[in-house]
């Protein structure tokens, strides 16, 4: 495949196109499946674009999304004549209780857990969707017995975790408003401070403590720019989808469709 493929993406994307490019070449030479981790929606984009870019016939993609609908996902990369078996997924569920009288546990707590007691990387995680005496979570199968065995403490309260079926897993409905804002220039910290209506050294030091990121990778610097189709998330403010650019003003300010996302309780 042609690295011209590059030039359609960000140079911080580069390291997983490559993955992405030896998975197809080597479903392609061996006949044989790759189960990826879990990809987040930017991923799998790259990866439906560098498929339909070799218009190969002879590969297709499934999706866990067949079997509980999540954001993360794990995909199957398989020759056309492969016929799917949802184990080869690898993919379980986890309900992990706890007193909602004595604590109200956070998405960043509980991921924060579940990465520092088992030193595993982020991709081994999918959804974490928490509600007000339980949260869930989406993981590879493989790897049940090592959060359910090692995990009995999230943020000093006691949790008690088992398995469920991909069924029961709930996830949170988001509620979604489309508006037009006006922004000085397409710069991160610009973008922040129009969006959510705050200072623009308020946003500068959300990046510099690392609560920024676009595309679901951690943004630091504070003249990066945003794009259409970028998905900026700020921990604390909430998601803001980037539409599209609709022009300038007289005053030469940039007039741009956002899409602000948040998780309803």
């Known amino acids: 495949m042609s690295r011209d493929v590059y030039q359609h993406f960000r140079p911080s994307e580069r390291v997983f196109i490559d993955k992405v490019i030896d998975w197809l070449e080597k479903v392609s030479d061996t006949y044989s499946i790759v189960v990826t981790d879990f990809l987040n929606p930017r991923q799998c984009f790259i990866l ?19 079997i509980v609908e999540t954001e993360y996902v794990k995909l199957i990369l398989a020759p056309s004549y492969y016929k799917l078996e949802i184990l080869d997924f690898d993919l379980a569920c ?21 990465l ?11 959804d974490i969707s928490v509600h007000q005496s339980f949260a869930q ?21 006691g949790v008690k975790m088992k398995e ?5 897993f709930v996830r949170l409905p988001e509620q979604a408003t489309n508006q037009v804002v006006l922004m000085s220039s397409l710069r991160i910290d610009k973008a922040i401070a129009s969006v959510f209506d705050k200072s623009r050294s308020l946003s ?14 951690e943004v630091m610097q504070n003249d990066f ?16 989808k980037i539409g599209q650019n609709l022009g300038l003003t007289k005053k030469d300010k940039v007039r741009i469709e956002v899409q602000i996302i948040s998780s309803q309780k």
Do not use: W
Not at 164 to 168: E, T
Not at 225 to 240: A, C, H, K, P, Q
């Open 48 to 66: 439906e674009t560098l498929m339909t870019s070799i218009n190969n016939d002879e590969l297709q993609v499934l999706t866990s999304a067949s």
């Open 137 to 157: 979570v989406c993981v590879s199968k493989k790897l049940v017995t090592v959060f359910t065995e090692s995990i009995t403490k999230i943020a000093r309260s």
């Open 164 to 168: 469920i079926s991909p069924n029961d």
């Open 204 to 217: 500068q030091d959300l990046i510099k403590s690392g609560k920024v990121k676009v595309n679901y990778a």
């Open 94 to 114: 986890l309900q992990i209780d706890f007193s909602s009288k004595f604590v109200t546990l956070k998405h960043s707590q509980i991921l924060g857990t579940l």
């Open 116 to 126: 520092g007691e088992t030193g595993l990387d982020r991709s081994k995680i999918g």
């Open 225 to 240: 720019e945003v794009r259409t189709g970028d998905l900026i998330s700020i921990r604390g403010l909430g998601r803001v």
